[in-house]
C-alpha cells in the first residue's frame, strides 16, 4: 500500500498552515454574509451582494492568474515562489467558491455564461487534480526509487546506459549475449513510459530483475559480475522509466489547467465589459 | 589618441589582472620539467636520486622573475612553494592582520537583516528556507589554529633572499596566504607544485626537519597563541612548547591512532579532516570527525587509568597535525587548570556521539557519506526535499534567469535520505577551487564564505573546474570568440569558454535565487553537516 499512496504527513500536505487558517476564516466570513443574504433577499449575479461576490472572485482569479507571469520574472525581487503559490492556491480555490456565490448556486443560462461557468469549473478541477499530483507523485517517487533524475535529461541517461550495457556485453560470453538480446536490450532502446509505475512504483521493477537470477546460477564467478553490472544497468533504466512516466504527469497535468486558464480570465474580461456595457 | 570606453574597461581589466601568481607579464624566462641534472644543481634537491626527480619534474619550473613582481598577494591561493635560487623577495602585510582564529565569527557572516538566523533546523513555511552562514563550530570549541604562515608584525617587511623557501606553508595546508610577496630584483626561482613538495618531504628527512623549522618559526608560535587552550600560558612557555612538538603530515586515508593501541599523544589538527572511527562486531565503523582546529587524544589522557586509544583516527584527505607528547599536554594542563573542564565536555560530547552512532548505525552512514562528499567542507549546500520537489525545475530557471541566462547550478548529484544534495558550489571552508587560479578570477568575497567568479577576469582555463572535487564549477561556451587584444595571446580568437559557479546570488538582499524562486519551499540552504543531520532526523520522526 506504501507504494502506491505512500503516507503523507499534514505538515506536507498543509504546507503554509497561516494561509489555509487566513482562508477558512475568510471563507467562514463570506460564507455567512452569502447565508445572510440568501435568507432574506434573492442573491442577484447582476446587484448588490451578488456583484460584490463576482467583482471579488474576479480580482481573485485574476490575482491568481498572476502567479504564471511571476514565473516569467525570476530575477526581480518579487517576493518569494512560495508565497505567490500559496495565493495561487487560497485565492483561486476562495475564487471558484465566490463565483457559486455570484451565482446564487443556480445554473447558468446562455452559451456564454454556460462556456464560462464550464470552464471555472474545469480549471478549478484540474487544479485540485494539480495539486494532489503534486502532493502524491514526489512522495511516491521517493518512497521506492533510488535513483534521481531530470526529466528532460532521461532519454539520454538511457542513451548513455544502452552504450554502457553495449561495452560489457561485448566482452561477455555466449548466455550472457544471448539474455541480453532476449531480455534486456529492447528495454534500454528509449524511455518507455507504463501505467502501472502509477499502481507500484517498485513492484514491477523488482520482478523484472529477478529474470537475471537463474542465469547467475550457471555462469563462472568471473562472467557473474559483468551481469550483476549489467542488472544494475537494467535496474537503473527501469526506474528511470518510472521517473519518466511519473514526472511526465507532473509536466502534462499543467496542459489541462495553464492554457484554459488564459482563456477563462479573457472571458471573465468579456463577462465584465458585456455585463457593463449592456 | 582618445580610447574608447571597451579599450578603457579592457586596460583596467589588464591592470588587475596579472597581480596574482601565474602572471606571465613578470616572468623573463620559464623553464618547465627541468631535467634531473638540471635539479641536482640547487641545494633543496640534492637529497633526492635522478629517478625521483624525474618523476616529480613535470611539477617544478625554473623562472626568472622581474624585479618589483607580485608573486603572490595576501588572501591568494596558490598550489606552489618557491625556493630562492637568486636575488631577493620581501614579504610584507598589506592589511592589519592579528593571528585570529581561523572560525571566528565575524568571517562567516552573510546576508544579515530580512531573515535572521535561527537555531535548530529551519522549518519549512517560516521564513527560515535561507539561512544566513553561521560558524561551524560552537563557542565553546577551545582549540583554534590561526592561518597564518608569516608571522609578521603590520608595517613591518621581511626579507629573503638565495635559500629560502616561502609559499609552502599556505600551499601544503591550503590556506590562503597571509602575506604578500613581491621580488626585490630580478630573482631566480625554483617553483614547486604542491604534489611535488610533498612527495619531497615525504622523501627527505632533512627536507621535513627545515619545512618544519620554518613552519614553527614563522607560525606555530603565533598560532599557538591565539589558541584558547593555550592563550593563559605565558610566552617562554609556548616558545619551549613549540620546539617540543612534531609536526604530523598524513595521507588520505593514513592511520594516525589504532584503536586499543597505547595512547601516547594528543594531536591538534591544523588542515584537513580526521576520520575517528571504532570497532563494532567484525568490521569499524564511523562515529565522528574533526575538522582544523580540532584536537584529539585528550580524553585517552583525561580518563584516569586509560592508556590505550579510545577511537581509530585516520586522515580522511591531506592533513597536518600537530602531535603534543602526552606529559607535554599534562604540563600544558597544570599551568591551565581551568581548561580542563571545557576539554571535559568536549570528551563527554565526543564519547556520546560514538556511542550514538553505534547504536544508531544510519548517523555511522550520514557521517561517512557527508565525508565522502565533501559535505562536512560547506558552508552553504544547496538541498532540495524530494518528498516535496514537483522537479519543476524554477530552481534552476530562477537561478538562470538571475544570471544572465546560465545557471549556475545542476539540479543532480548525491541522495541522502530524500534529500538530494545538488551540484551546486558548497562555498567550502578551504576552497581548493582557488588555487592555482591564474588571474584570480575565482575568489572569496568579503561577504562571508562566498566563494564567486569574477567574470572579466576569467580567462576559462579550467583550473578551477577541474580542482573543485565536487563538480559544482561549469565551464560554458559563451557563443563569442576572445578579442584580438587578450592576453594570454594563445586565447586570441578562439571560442570564449567561462567557468560559472553558485554566488549565493551575494550581491542580491533577497538572498539565493533558487531558493527564492522555489515555489514549493523545499530547496533548502544548508549551513552545515549538523543541521543537515538534524533535518534528516527530523524527516526519519
Redesign the interface.
Known amino acids: 500500500m506504501k507504494r502506491f499512496l505512500p503516507l503523507i504527513p499534514l505538515s506536507k500536505l498543509v504546507r503554509s498552515p497561516e494561509w489555509a487558517k487566513a482562508s477558512i476564516i475568510a471563507l467562514g466570513v463570506f460564507s455567512t454574509m452569502y447565508a445572510i443574504n440568501a435568507l432574506f433577499f434573492e442573491v442577484n449575479p447582476g446587484k448588490g451582494w451578488g456583484l460584490t461576490y463576482g467583482w471579488v472572485a474576479a480580482v481573485l482569479m485574476f490575482g491568481a492568474g498572476l502567479y504564471a507571469a511571476r514565473r516569467r520574472m525570476f530575477h526581480r525581487d518579487l517576493g518569494r515562489s512560495k508565497v505567490w503559490v500559496q495565493f495561487h492556491l487560497y485565492g483561486g480555490t476562495l475564487g471558484a467558491v465566490l463565483v457559486l456565490f455570484h451565482t446564487g448556486f443556480s445554473l447558468p443560462n446562455g452559451v456564454f455564461n454556460w462556456l464560462l461557468w464550464g470552464l471555472a469549473v474545469w480549471i478549478t478541477l484540474s487544479g485540485f487534480l494539480g495539486l494532489a499530483l503534486q502532493r502524491w507523485i514526489p512522495r511516491l517517487l521517493t518512497s521506492g526509487l533510488s535513483v534521481e533524475a531530470v526529466y528532460e535529461r532521461i532519454p539520454e541517461l538511457v542513451q548513455q546506459l544502452r552504450e554502457r550495457a553495449e561495452k560489457l556485453v561485448a566482452s561477455c560470453a555466449a548466455p550472457i549475449k544471448d539474455f541480453y538480446r532476449s531480455h534486456v536490450a529492447a528495454a534500454l532502446v528509449a524511455p518507455q513510459p507504463r501505467l502501472i509505475y502509477y499502481l507500484d512504483v517498485t513492484g514491477g521493477i523488482q520482478s523484472r530483475v529477478r529474470q537475471f537470477d537463474f542465469l547467475r546460477r550457471v555462469l563462472p564467478t568471473e562472467e557473474k559480475s559483468k551481469l550483476d553490472e549489467i542488472q544494475l544497468i537494467f535496474r537503473t533504466k527501469l526506474e528511470l522509466d518510472a521517473h519518466y512516466s511519473l514526472q511526465r504527469a507532473l509536466r502534462w497535468w499543467l496542459y489541462t489547467h495553464v492554457p484554459l486558464s488564459f482563456v477563462l480570465l479573457l472571458m471573465i474580461l468579456l463577462h465584465i465589459w458585456a455585463v457593463w456595457y449592456y | 589618441m582618445t580610447l574608447g570606453q571597451t579599450q578603457l574597461k579592457r586596460l583596467e581589466q589588464y591592470k588587475d589582472r596579472w597581480t596574482s601568481y601565474g602572471a606571465n607579464m613578470g616572468i623573463l624566462e620559464l623553464s618547465e620539467k627541468p631535467t634531473p641534472q638540471v635539479l641536482k644543481q640547487f641545494e633543496i634537491f640534492k637529497d633526492y636520486d635522478e629517478k625521483f626527480l624525474e618523476k616529480i619534474s613535470p611539477d617544478i619550473s625554473l623562472a626568472l622573475w622581474r624585479s618589483g613582481t607580485v608573486l603572490f598577494e595576501e588572501g591568494s591561493y596558490i598550489d606552489l612553494a618557491f625556493f630562492i635560487v637568486s636575488g631577493t623577495v620581501e614579504v610584507y602585510l598589506q592589511k592589519q592582520q592579528v593571528a585570529a582564529p581561523i572560525f571566528a565569527r565575524g568571517r562567516t557572516q552573510v546576508f544579515s537583516g530580512r531573515e535572521e538566523a535561527s537555531s535548530g533546523t529551519p522549518a519549512?513555511?517560516e521564513g527560515t528556507?535561507y539561512r544566513p552562514i553561521e560558524p561551524k563550530r560552537g563557542g565553546k570549541e577551545i582549540t583554534f589554529l590561526a592561518s597564518m604562515d608569516f608571522d609578521l608584525p603590520t608595517g613591518t617587511t621581511l626579507r629573503l633572499s638565495a635559500g629560502d623557501i616561502l609559499g609552502e606553508i599556505g600551499a601544503l595546508n591550503g590556506w590562503p596566504q597571509s602575506a604578500t610577496a613581491k621580488t626585490t630584483s630580478t630573482c631566480q626561482l625554483v617553483q614547486i607544485r604542491t604534489a611535488a613538495l610533498r612527495l619531497m618531504r615525504k622523501r627527505s628527512a632533512g627536507l621535513k626537519a627545515r619545512l618544519d623549522k620554518l613552519y614553527k618559526e614563522r607560525t606555530l608560535i603565533s598560532q599557538l597563541r591565539a589558541t584558547p587552550f593555550f592563550r593563559g600560558i605565558n610566552d617562554s612557555f609556548i616558545q619551549a612548547l613549540a620546539q617540543k612538538v612534531e609536526l604530523v603530515s598524513c595521507e588520505p586515508g593514513e592511520v594516525i591512532t589504532t584503536e586499543g593501541a597505547p595512547a601516547d599523544a594528543v594531536y591538534l589538527v591544523r588542515s584537513g579532516f580526521i576520520k575517528l572511527s571504532q570497532r563494532l562486531a567484525e568490521g569499524n565503523i564511523v562515529v565522528s570527525y574533526l575538522p582544523k582546529g580540532s584536537l584529539f587524544g585528550e580524553a585517552e589522557v583525561l580518563l584516569d587509568g586509560n592508556a590505550a586509544w579510545l577511537f581509530t583516527a585516520s586522515s580522511q584527505e591531506y592533513s597536518e597535525l600537530v602531535k603534543l607528547a602526552r606529559e607535554d599536554f599534562r604540563s600544558v594542563l597544570a599551568e591551565q587548570p581551568d581548561v580542563e573542564a571545557l576539554l571535559w565536555e568536549a570528551v563527554a560530547a565526543r564519547i556520546k556521539e560514538a556511542g550514538y552512532s553505534k547504536r544508531n548505525i544510519s548517523q555511522s552512514e550520514f557521517i561517512a557519506r557527508a565525508l565522502d562528499n565533501g559535505l562536512v567542507e560547506g558552508n552553504s549546500i544547496l538541498v532540495i526535499d524530494?518528498?516535496?520537489?514537483?522537479?519543476?525545475?524554477?530552481c534552476v530557471?530562477?537561478c538562470a534567469?538571475?544570471h544572465g541566462g546560465i545557471p549556475r547550478f545542476?539540479?543532480?548529484g548525491n541522495?541522502i535520505g530524500?534529500f538530494?544534495v545538488a551540484r551546486a558550489c558548497y562555498h567550502c571552508e578551504d576552497p581548493v577551487c582557488l588555487i592555482g587560479c591564474p588571474t584570480g578570477a575565482i575568489r572569496r568575497t568579503d561577504v562571508g564564505d562566498v566563494v564567486a567568479i569574477s567574470d572579466p577576469l576569467c580567462i576559462g582555463c579550467g583550473s578551477c573546474a577541474n580542482n573543485c572535487p565536487y563538480d559544482a564549477i561549469i565551464m560554458h561556451e559563451t557563443g563569442e570568440l576572445w578579442p584580438p587584444d587578450m592576453i594570454p595571446e594563445g586565447l586570441r580568437g578562439k571560442e570564449k569558454v567561462l567557468a560559472s559557479k553558485c554566488d549565493l546570488c551575494y550581491t542580491?538582499p533577497?538572498g539565493p535565487?533558487c531558493?527564492?524562486?522555489?515555489?514549493?519551499?523545499c530547496a533548502m540552504r544548508i549551513g552545515d553537516v549538523q543541521e543537515f543531520k538534524s533535518l534528516l532526523w527530523k524527516e526519519a520522526g
Open positions: 519549512r513555511g528556507m524530494l518528498d516535496v520537489c514537483t522537479r519543476c525545475d524554477d530557471r530562477g534567469d538571475t545542476v539540479r543532480e541522495k530524500n538530494l542580491d533577497a535565487a531558493v527564492r524562486s522555489c515555489p514549493h519551499g
